[in-house]
């Protein structure tokens, strides 16, 4: 159903085009009946056939929005065609219901819309439970890579066979050059597997749909914290290249100095993503789109921010039904998440609005607000794409600053809380494959290819590898011993990382430092009494999915015996941040706590999915496996007395300070030993 | 050779895949030299074998434009590659070694570079004359349609058969909407005919090349006034629209306060055209583009401009060899045509620069000026698609303004010169096709088809018909009586319009309307003693081409005995402007002047080629056939006492009130008598 989306369902499918759906004739658009009876004739191929539907769906709403226009996530119009089609496919009911119905829409829908509504309804369903969400850069390649690669891979197609086909390389600097000082880093914003992430984490927990689809445990919470996280990594790699922290979009009145051109061109859609040309006196406008039917004023986002800040300062929110609910300590956050966000359970949006959707909205029409010009969205108005701009970090900056403000009006955690009453980490290093020095980490430039097929939509049999490069690191673990002078207990270890200078050179306070760890990794250990040598593999963090989840061949993806393979995730290859080639110092923060105040009981029993990047993701349809706020314990201001890294550490804490060198280069070469370390285990 | 520019020489060719070249296998780009060999096993086809080369010619400058890359007729390094290119294809010694070198570069050179460069030899070899240039819109679809097309098409060409498929509509609306004001003239701006010609002008009037190609009799007069006609025209345009005509862009450290978005997608480049938004802060800045090798500030084009502007008060221009040339009443207007240009024989480059070249420059680089964001130029960097910008306008309106300064200096013409003794006008009507009234012009909407199949690389088979919609006119003729009391002698009729009011509803002075005035026809009578009556059709116009050479379809292109077809030249569709629904007030105004002022004697005979369309294109390798300044009698001052345009007639004149009717339809549906006027004979 993902498969090439803007041809027609009916011809063949499958990597080897060996696969045809037959569906019923009702279902075929009437422009091509008379092509789908041709090629209903074609013999040899595995078919499927589609059961007839009693009653045809009512699809004329979401069908308003044409199937080559552009699909946003953050346009409520069509946030509420999405909404229908998820209801729509969530309550087919069996297996068999919903892939009718999903074959009734495929042809008719905008296929960026359907895939997103798809791929939700799968992701939960029970009745789809295992199956591995498809990949989107492969089907939809047009959101992902240089526009430029399309006419080159269609020259391979068509001249050379597919043995002799070349493969196309995207250059690294393909959006702009250095002397776009912003563009250092564009190989964060644009990484593939960032992006893919990006997206999927919003099929994980989309914004509109029924409440199973919505109401998840701690889904406002983790729209925080995952941004926040985001955040926190790209101002990492920021100041690997001597860049300063990224600035807060505060004044929606003033030009957007960051001028940003994503050459991203279309294949499927008729219009390519608008640039944004630097320094503009393109400030935000009045939003006025009848294509849309949206009309907002840059006063109605001052206004829900307004209302937004001074619920945060007197701690609490007036609900829809007039009744005024505090922002506490574990649910507060989560309040403010949905509602911020302005998700489908917000819990007022008349009264706070669709701050953060609508931001991403006026800054995506900026070109064109009142569509005098007929031009679509910028990147910033898709999921998939958003991230690539600089101006995402600077807008999702001023919405991390309102959780920021609100965590603040927080009491910080006592000592008791932070604790562990008698266990103390007494070593916490890293130790990097290869490298002969502890507690430094080795990044450099690795090439990948992906087969785009699946998405090279009317371009004949077209296996042709695209190449990328990208940032990823040697394989390294973490060693670390930690002494139990109580009974044997739980423990969850807690690692971090954030740098240890300012864009100045200047040491971090703890105040400022705390929003910049990372989170690295978290798991729980059995400890036993006296010392406890753990062992933790990088491969293995649960903030990553591995690396054959983003590299991934559409072509091997059928194998239905691989099991489920986790898409939402931060990239394994971006799990440590750039760095500098002479080393940027940083520290690593290891923790223990205490597992009695970790754990979480869910009356569902442990989970059966995949759970790879739990602590950006959750786990499918469960509660989320910490029951501490996220970003504990950095996410409340230290307490009194405490200023820095150092004096906030208690027992069951140790900072390593270590060292992040980059190689500028496509080393280390050819590993000598590659599933070993060098060194000796501890 | 046109044929699907991006696709390899040695594939198939002609509409109906039945041509082939065989090429000598040096001659193969090395990444196809297997391919090749497997597709020359190709049987059935009509095969053209290419000769080899003694020598192979050294094209490692050209070939430092990226096949992918945009061309542009303005930057001085793609200019010189293009001199290169031109010499090399002229100076082939006969036509057999001319294919060879065109077979030899095809493939390895950037194919809009290679096209023009094609083009121009095709234009100007005395052994390729009488061949039809090829047209321009067919094979590079890319830089005519709405670029939405092209995912249409792939639909349409994968899913249904040749005689299944669609015609593909292009709206009428589709770079923007009425809330744009300037959009309302988008019908001329973006009119497919209109485009045409301007490319194929530079084709005929190449700027660089050998001297056979580039000094041509007038060129640099005929650079002014086919570009004043341009202005004169989209003016009237403008005024039929409520727009006010166009300002001059004067101040060029101030925002350019239109937008334009193209919408025009890539298929054989990588990159789309940058579009500009309004109103942006985006102004003019100082170029610095290492991949253009081009380096030059907003001051160097202040400097030109002013010394432009200091040689025409002081009447005179420093040549290069030092020495002063006059800028007199008949040479004067050609030198600065050139220098202003800046073709290949300025009179000094060095001195008065690249003003109108560089200039296009600026602006199509405004979004990107030095290169950081690795983005190409906008439509104002090429010939073919810079009229679709409002900005072209604005910029030539200021390039105008120098030549107007210059003729502003001259002498008024006496009555002496503007008369034609014992001649008399005595009457001169329009009659329009199916109309009862006379001295009215009817224009409306018309869609035609074009077949796109040449332009669809890598597409596969695909006749698919595209569909737009433009302004057309109803027939209409001149009626003309003329009393000639002197022996029978020869008289040029000459026909301009202009309109009568201005966009405040005040009657245009002569000193303005001058400027307004458009070329409708010229043609020469013999003048018998006595009364004359003469009739011309609107058909013949001398500035346009016919409507069969704008829509016409490749596939009958080939046809040898349909004779060469011209390809510059005003389309005929467009000659009326668009008048209003309540009816334009315009004056017709008709003069005999005498032919023996007028005529030319050309050393060669008279000329045996296309003539369509002479007053703006001059007849090929000829003398311009019109001994006049272009724009007599309306290219100087009005002689002292003369206000009114009414003041201005002697005898040998008229002036008619006409009005143009715009029907806002698809109207007159059916022309009762498609070939007959309504009316009786005079």
Request: with cysteine; glycine share 6%.
């Amino acid at each position: 159903m993902f498969d090439r989306p803007a041809e027609p369902l009916f011809v063949l499918k499958g990597q080897r085009r060996d696969f045809q759906f037959d569906i019923p004739e009702e279902f075929v658009n009437t422009r091509f009946k008379k092509t789908q009876r041709k090629i209903q004739k074609q013999a040899g191929a595995n078919i499927l056939k589609i059961k007839k539907l009693d009653v045809l769906p009512d699809i004329s709403f979401p069908k308003q929005l044409g199937r080559r226009e552009q699909f946003s996530h953050f346009v409520p119009k069509h946030r509420q065609m999405t909404k229908q089609l998820v209801q729509m496919l969530m309550n087919s009911s069996d297996v068999e219901s919903f892939l009718s119905t999903s074959a009734y829409c495929r042809d008719q829908i905008n296929p960026f819309m359907y895939s997103y509504a798809l791929a939700v309804a799968i992701q939960h369903r029970r009745d789809t439970m295992g199956l591995t969400l498809p990949h989107v850069p492969s089907f939809f390649p047009e959101r992902f890579f240089d526009g430029s690669v399309f006419s080159k891979v269609r020259n391979e197609v068509f001249n050379a066979a597919a043995e002799d086909r070349d493969v196309i390389a995207i250059p690294r600097d393909f959006t702009a050059s250095d002397l776009e000082p912003e563009h250092r880093v564009a190989y964060f914003r644009e990484d593939i597997g960032v992006n893919l992430h990006h997206w999927n984490w919003h099929v994980y927990y989309p914004g509109v749909g029924g409440p199973e689809v919505v109401a998840k445990d701690r889904r406002g919470e983790l729209f925080y914290y995952m941004h926040a996280q985001l955040l926190a990594r790209y101002n990492f790699d920021r100041l690997s290249n001597n860049l300063a922290r990224v600035q807060r979009l505060l004044n929606w009145r003033k030009p957007i100095e960051e001028g940003y051109f994503p050459k991203l061109n279309a294949i499927i859609a008729t219009r390519v993503w608008q640039p944004r040309p630097a320094n503009s006196v393109l400030k935000l406008s009045d939003i006025s789109r009848d294509d849309m039917q949206l009309d907002f004023d840059i006063l109605d986002l001052e206004r829900w921010r307004d209302r937004i800040y001074a619920a945060i300062s007197s701690g609490k929110v007036l609900a829809e039904n007039n009744t005024y609910v505090p922002l506490d300590d574990y649910t507060g956050i989560d309040i403010l998440g949905n509602m911020i966000e302005r998700s489908d359970i917000s819990i007022n949006s008349n009264l706070y609005g669709d701050l953060h959707g609508l931001g991403h909205v006026a800054i995506a029409l900026v070109h064109d607000p009142d569509h005098k010009h007929l031009e679509q969205a910028g990147v910033m108005g898709a999921v998939e794409t958003a991230m690539r701009d600089p101006v995402f970090y600077r807008w999702h900056s001023f919405i991390n600053d309102m959780f920021v403000a609100h965590k603040q009006t927080l009491q910080p955690y006592t000592e008791q809380e932070l604790g562990f009453r008698n266990v103390q980490v007494v070593r916490a290093d890293v130790e990097t494959q290869y490298l002969d020095v502890l507690n430094e980490f080795s990044t450099f430039w690795e090439e990948d290819d992906f087969n785009v097929d699946r998405g090279l939509d009317f371009m004949g049999n077209g296996t042709v590898r695209v190449r990328i490069t990208h940032l990823t690191h040697t394989p390294f673990r973490y060693l670390i011993q930690v002494n139990n002078a109580g009974p044997p207990r739980i423990g969850t270890v807690r690692i971090f990382m954030a740098p240890h200078f300012d864009e100045r050179g200047i040491q971090l306070t703890l105040r400022d430092q705390r929003q910049h760890f990372i989170e690295m990794d978290k798991f729980q250990v059995r400890l036993q009494t006296g010392p406890n040598q753990i062992e933790r593999l990088s491969r293995l963090s649960s903030v990553t999915i591995p690396r054959e989840n983003t590299f991934r061949d559409p072509a091997q993806e059928l194998n239905a015996d691989a099991g489920e393979m986790c898409t939402c995730g931060w990239p394994q290859h971006m799990l440590v941040p750039r760095g500098k080639v002479k080393g940027l110092p940083a520290d690593l923060f290891v923790m223990v706590s205490d597992g009695a105040g970790d754990q979480v009981r869910d009356p569902q029993g442990p989970p059966n999915t995949c759970t790879d990047a739990h602590s950006l993701c959750g786990i499918r349809n469960r509660m989320y496996p910490d029951r501490r706020p996220m970003g504990y314990p950095f996410d409340r201001l230290p307490r009194a007395g405490v200023t820095t890294l150092q004096e906030f550490l208690l027992p069951n804490m140790m900072v390593t300070p270590v060292v992040i060198r980059h190689t500028d280069g496509f080393a280390p070469a050819a590993p000598p030993t590659p599933t070993r370390f060098l060194r000796l285990q501890p």
